[in-house]
């Protein structure tokens, strides 16, 4: 990214600076990283009650099939991603893999059935390179817009539904991935009942326009507080979740990533539409031979956080190398350091002794199994 | 005598020993810190090397030795509650005193006006 251009505003940056939130560049915006609360306090606040993210910065890009035909638009999107696409409901949703053809990975992304379209939510840094992609290799099937007159909030935890109830009765009929249409204060949503913290909860669609006076609203309600970038670090971390750029690449595939699940029978070996994306061969022959490394929980047992990019080693003198932490820091629920990352095969079960080298010393750490926290999606 | 350094420290200067903490400002920017590492007592330092880390929830953050010194006390509470960083920086959240090697080196640092200069 060009560090020189002038950073970018979601539609709700004014609402973020009069709420006192501590403004940072990410992914080329000009986002809050925390409110007058703290890192701490808000992510506790998530997990008790409701925490209002501003994700407007990521893409929202609509896939339209010229044919009329919805499978004609979730075959061509078969062709880039490793997932039953075809498979999926009206109004469902569910996580999607860009790949490239070395089995890496291009992005994370979401992928909606709206009945006429698909609707797709990428990541802000990927979000430009994703929509080229996605018009080169599906542009003769679908017509695709990227959205710029909308905006994106999450709300998330355990009061999320009871606060949106208020505005909307039906939302308790939802489950977790499926997607609805409705009047939030008289102005049209898309909702889904999804997000990134390991909490039940919800991503919001709301056009630019109406989105701070309906993000105000929300924000009334006495259980709802703004969360920043940094709360949504930790709760995504806690919840063994997949930050793009850190924890998955092009450098990594969906089995050294432990993403296994994102990739329906479908799509599998003997499958129906077995294979058929970019990096199938590398990516199927994982499946069936496995990775030299994969993607674990550590968690260090000092109360040193082990950050990303620390080394880890086998041994306690950092002798023989055992792989490389992704993300790391401090898990406010779990009240404990929380990392996930690369090891080596020989090295994945749980309960594995590690050493993570920070600042010149070997700290141990545990292979421990993912998430942290008990996630509480309402299935 | 009350001195603060460009890198967010203050110092409590008696006689020739120093309790060194960070300031109100530096607290206040790091956030909610969840870890503290100091020197271990009898450890001599070179103005400007690092002598312990912060750690809040989402990074690390050194804490540089003002000046040349020895380290003769370290303030385990912090280590055991590190919030207390956050809540009392410049009282109970002191880091570490310092045995100075030449207290007329202090004169050098900024006072707290010049301080206060400083972060305006």
């Known amino acids: 990214m060009d560090d020189h251009s002038p950073l970018k505003r979601t539609p709700l940056h004014a609402l973020h600076v009069s709420l006192g939130a501590r403004m940072v560049p990410f ?109 080169d290799h ?135 539409r077995e294979g058929g994306f970019p990096g199938a061969p590398i990516i199927l022959g994982q499946f069936a031979e496995g990775a030299g490394r994969r993607r674990v929980g550590l968690k260090p047992d000092g109360k040193a956080p082990v950050r990303g990019g620390a080394m880890l080693y086998a041994d306690a003198q950092g002798h023989t190398q055992a792989g490389v932490v992704t993300s790391g820091g401090f898990g406010p629920s779990v009240d404990h350091p929380v990392a996930m990352g690369y090891v080596a095969a020989p090295h994945i079960a749980n309960g594995t002794q590690l050493f993570a080298e920070v600042r010149g010393r070997y700290l141990p750490v545990t292979v421990s199994s993912l998430p942290f926290i008990t996630p509480t999606y309402k299935r | 005598m009350l001195k603060f350094t460009d890198e967010h420290e203050w110092l409590k200067i008696e006689g020739d020993v120093a309790t060194v903490g960070i300031t109100a400002h530096a607290a206040e920017q790091l956030g909610d810190l969840v870890f503290v590492e100091l020197p271990e007592t009898g450890t001599s330092l070179d103005k400007g090397a690092t002598a312990a880390t912060v750690e809040s929830v989402k990074a690390a953050s050194d804490v540089y030795c003002p000046l040349d010194g020895e380290i003769i006390e370290s303030n385990q509470a912090i280590v055991d509650d590190p919030s207390l960083v956050n809540s009392d920086p410049q009282g109970a959240g002191w880091f570490f005193k310092l045995k100075l090697a030449d207290p007329s080196a202090a004169n050098a640092l900024l006072d707290e006006a010049a301080y206060k200069e400083l972060i305006a």
């Open chain 1, 138 to 272: 599906l542009g003769a099937t679908c017509d695709l817009a990227l959205l710029d007159d909308r905006a994106l909030i999450a709300l998330q935890g355990p009061r999320a539904e009871c606060v949106l109830a208020e505005l909307w009765a039906d939302i308790a009929t939802m489950r977790f991935m499926d997607v609805a249409e409705a009047d939030l204060h008289d102005v049209p949503c898309i909702i889904s009942r999804s997000g990134y913290t390991g909490e039940d909860g919800f991503e919001i669609s709301i056009p630019a326009a109406s989105a701070e006076d309906v993000t105000r609203r929300i924000l009334e309600h006495p259980d709802v507080l703004p969360i920043g970038l940094g709360a949504r670090d930790s709760l995504r971390l806690e919840a063994g979740l997949c930050l793009y750029g850190n924890d998955i690449d092009t450098g990594t595939t969906p089995v050294e990533a432990a993403l296994e699940w994102a990739l329906q029978k479908a799509r599998r070996a003997s499958g129906a």
């Open chain 1, 27 to 135: 992914a080329g915006y000009d986002m809050p990283v925390q409110y007058a609360a703290g890192v701490l306090k808000e992510h506790l606040h998530t997990r008790a009650a409701a925490g209002l993210f501003d994700v407007s910065h990521m893409g929202q890009i609509i896939l339209r099939p010229k044919s009329g035909k919805i499978e004609d638009a979730a075959l061509a999107l078969e062709k880039l991603v490793p997932v039953d696409v075809l498979g999926l409901g009206e109004n469902r949703q569910r996580y999607g893999l860009f790949t490239n053809d070395q089995g890496g990975i291009l992005d994370d992304l979401m992928i909606a059935n709206r009945g006429d379209h698909l609707f797709l939510v990428v990541n802000a840094a990927c979000k430009d390179v994703d929509f080229a992609h996605l018009q």
